[in-house]
């Protein structure tokens, strides 16, 4: 019995016990010598530091299977298929699993008051956005405060897709209201009622009003110094009012940062909310395709996280725990959120835009939630990062989507933006793992939008065209809820894509977690495709 037990804990920890037989695939982008069964038998150096046994190896993809032992294919079920490699040390070892706390279900917004009494706070300050700030989210949130008796001051000017200069702005703006009405000098707590860009600006003025600091001290480098959180921050509860960014759950505020006209974010596990509250009846009052553009985010979220870098493959290891970022490549528990949230979005995303009916829209509102589970741990990688380059040339455009008329100025929605870019990208990632691509592929194709592109179809595809038959599982969709067909519908042109380019490859969080390495001919050659997808 003892001898099996530590042969269980060797095979879990380690990936199996057959020391030597590694694949020519030593990282993530080199290859070893081999002999003929395709196999290096030599001793690998440089492995994990792991004390199962003396030569550690992982599961990775892309490997050919050793016919397993029965704990062996126990293991192998339980990482999702995923085969076996040496761990360089240069790459991460381990990965952490961290998500706010998040109450569920219809009416929970009425709660939040009771909530900041239990957490002993007396004030806060509400984000929202001019256009909800009159609506039932926002008004049923501040009833909840007065009842409890928490004293709170209303910031209503959120922009709907957030600056630096918004930002500053709203810090400014709760440094002076709290030394004008708090004995502290600051606000007990923070509570966030909208989408992302509410969820975004709160996260920021937490950050900022208890660890003041040159604004670019905490932003992702290379924009910023992407200097860690030093410590706790406040209570901060996140009441989303859409199904799409999942910000309620992650440790990430996204902002355009006007100097150099790009996206860019701060990224670290203390941002995350205390307590994410989503109700299912706040998206009744979503504009039909502010539903789809974040629906769209969340699919994304979903396909992008299951598809990234493996976390053992990411580099460079981080020197000490505190420094490896919230964002960290699939991993096994992340896939588990990720590809629920797909299973889900697939049957009730379609239905929630074009029926509004209450189970579609309470099923969207939990699809979120799980994708922003997976994808705050594991990440995003290409369609994040070339959006963010979109989103940020809309004040040159004149596009302005149904349902957004109300915004002051131009835009190209996040979510959107973001959708443009999927079918060229899965295109072009699906050979780093071809049956990831399908399994996903599947699931999109079980919403029945095509009678001839259907779980069959899919089932049966090559590897070589997982890509291929992903991507056209994403136009379904788009076409069915009337997204622009590629970037020219929104008024970018081809002689555009080198500033796309220049402002895409400053985003090394995401891109980073791409499973194939991209740069400026790749990113190029990308942003070709999206400009017209059909």
Wanted: glycine letters at 8%; one cysteine or more.
């Amino acid at each position: 019995m003892r001898g099996a037990t530590i042969r269980g804990l060797r095979a879990v920890c380690a990936g199996s016990s057959r020391v030597g037989r590694v694949r020519r695939y030593a990282t993530f982008h080199d290859r070893m010598d081999h002999d003929e069964d395709g196999y290096d038998h030599e001793h690998i150096g440089n492995c994990c530091p792991c004390l199962a046994q003396k030569d550690p190896i992982f599961y990775n993809r892309g490997i050919k299977s050793f016919k397993p032992s029965p704990l062996d294919f126990k293991v192998k079920q339980l990482m999702w298929k995923r085969k076996y490699t040496s761990v360089p040390t240069s790459h991460d070892y381990a990965f952490e699993m961290a998500a706010s706390n998040v109450r569920f279900g219809k009416g929970v917004t009425r709660e939040v008051g009771m909530d900041l009494v239990d957490l002993n706070c007396k004030t806060a300050i509400v984000f929202t956005d001019p256009n909800l700030k009159n609506l039932p989210p926002v008004q049923t949130a501040l009833q909840s405060l007065q009842d409890a008796g928490i004293k709170f001051i209303l910031y209503d000017q959120i922009s709907i897709e957030p600056t630096s200069a918004s930002f500053q702005h709203a810090i400014q703006f709760t440094n002076e209201q709290a030394s004008k009405y708090t004995d502290k000098g600051h606000f007990d707590a923070i509570v966030a009622v909208g989408g992302g860009s509410s969820m975004d600006t709160a996260k920021a003025v937490n950050l900022y009003t208890c660890y003041p600091a040159d604004f670019l001290e905490y932003v992702n480098p290379p924009v910023g110094k992407g200097s860690p959180v030093p410590g706790p921050l406040r209570p901060l509860i996140a009441i989303p009012t859409t199904a799409g960014t999942g910000s309620e759950t992650t440790g990430v505020s996204i902002f355009d940062y006007e100097s150099i006209n790009a996206k860019t974010g701060i990224a670290h596990r203390r941002l995350k909310p205390t307590l994410g509250l989503i109700d299912p009846l706040n998206l009744a009052s979503c504009p039909p395709m502010v539903a789809v553009s974040s629906g769209f985010d969340v699919l994304c979220h979903a396909l992008e996280s299951y598809t990234a870098i493996p976390y053992h493959l990411r580099s460079p290891r981080p020197e000490r725990p505190l420094l490896r970022p919230a964002y960290q490549g699939s991993n096994p528990i992340s896939d588990v959120w990720s590809l629920r949230s797909l299973s889900i979005l697939s049957q009730h995303f379609i239905p929630a835009v074009e029926n509004r009916d209450e189970d579609s829209l309470y099923q969207t509102a939990l699809a979120s939630t799980y994708a922003g589970i997976g994808f705050g741990n594991a990440g995003v990688h290409l369609c994040h990062g070339m959006s963010y380059p979109v989103s940020s040339a809309a004040h040159k455009l004149q596009f302005k989507p149904k349902g957004y008329e109300s915004a002051p100025y131009p835009l190209v929605p996040h979510g959107m933006s973001v959708v443009l870019q999927a079918p060229a990208v899965f295109r072009f990632t699906s050979d780093s793992d071809p049956e990831r691509h399908r399994i996903v592929a599947r699931m999109m194709a079980g919403a029945g939008l095509s009678k001839e592109k259907n779980e069959r179809y899919v089932e049966d595809c090559k590897d070589e065209d997982a890509g291929k038959v992903l991507a056209e599982q994403i136009v379904l969709f788009m076409k069915r809820l009337g997204v622009p067909r590629g970037l020219e519908e929104v008024g970018l042109k081809r002689e555009d894509i080198p500033e796309l380019v220049k402002g895409t490859l400053p985003q090394h969080r995401v891109l980073k977690l791409s499973p194939k390495p991209v740069g400026e001919k790749e990113l190029t050659s990308l942003f070709n495709e999206t400009m017209k997808i059909w």
